[in-house]
């Protein structure tokens, strides 16, 4: 199946500051979705980038999908945006497969 | 609009027991997938049902089933109980209106299961 690395696998921040998470894959993917995971354990949807850039406020997305790639950009993180962001893509057999995710704690 | 409920939201099992998770989806979502978390293997997909059939598996043994009602409540059942069963399962639904994976998906709150 297609391989999948998400990068950093940890990262502190300090409120304020900007991030960009990275997901890389071994070939090209479907239905590339963000989300995010709260310390409580609740996921939500954060964006559907198969390709292109979208933003939804402090957050954008970007899939570069000929290189194989998608970003998540967080800028002027909060205490509120700590958890753990995950990508999803659709591979063969319609299956959907979660990458391992990256653990964010902001610092107030 | 009520969100997405499962019920229970813990449980301990012993292993070689049954279990049997629901889920209400959002009204009106017709499609309702079900994910396993673990410490040690992340987010899994189980499978989706839509309109009361199962549409995509992931892959999980045939000890790990599913069925979705006429009003969309689905449940899931996981025969013979493991200790690597353990997890935290979510529910997820939408409107399917895009086809799987490219649907926004609202997830439940998950019930955590520990087998002894």
């Known amino acids: 199946g297609i391989q999948v690395e998400q990068s950093p696998p940890d990262l502190i921040l300090q409120e304020g500051a900007n991030s960009t998470l990275r997901c890389n894959f071994s070939?090209?993917?479907?239905?590339l979705q963000w989300f995010h995971q709260n310390p409580w354990g609740q996921l939500i949807n954060l964006f559907y980038?198969?390709?292109g850039t979208k933003q939804n406020g402090r957050l954008s997305a970007t899939t570069v999908a000929t290189e194989r790639y998608s970003l998540l950009y967080i800028s002027s993180s909060q205490t509120t945006d700590s958890g753990v962001y995950f990508c999803r893509y659709m591979e063969y057999g319609n299956k959907l497969v979660f990458g391992a995710g990256t653990i964010l704690r902001v610092k107030s | 609009k009520a969100g997405v409920t499962q019920t229970p939201r813990y449980l301990i099992k012993t292993r070689g027991q049954q279990v049997t998770l629901s889920c209400s989806p959002i009204?009106?979502?017709?499609?309702v997938s079900w994910y396993q978390q673990t410490p040690g293997q992340g987010l899994q997909f189980l499978f989706e049902?839509?309109?009361?059939?199962?549409?995509n598996k992931g892959n999980f043994p045939g000890r790990f089933s599913g069925r979705q009602f006429s009003n969309s409540r689905s449940e899931m059942n996981v025969s013979t109980l493991e200790l690597g069963d353990s997890a935290l399962y979510l529910c997820?639904?939408?409107?399917?209106?895009?086809?799987?994976?490219?649907?926004?998906?609202?997830f439940g709150p998950g019930t955590r299961l520990t087998v002894l």
């Open positions: 049902y839509f309109s009361e059939t199962q549409r």
């Open positions: 997820a639904s939408s409107t399917a209106l895009q086809g799987a994976g490219a649907d926004t998906q609202y």
């Open positions: 070939d090209s993917v479907n239905n």
């Open positions: 009204s009106g979502h017709r499609s």
């Open positions: 980038i198969p390709s």
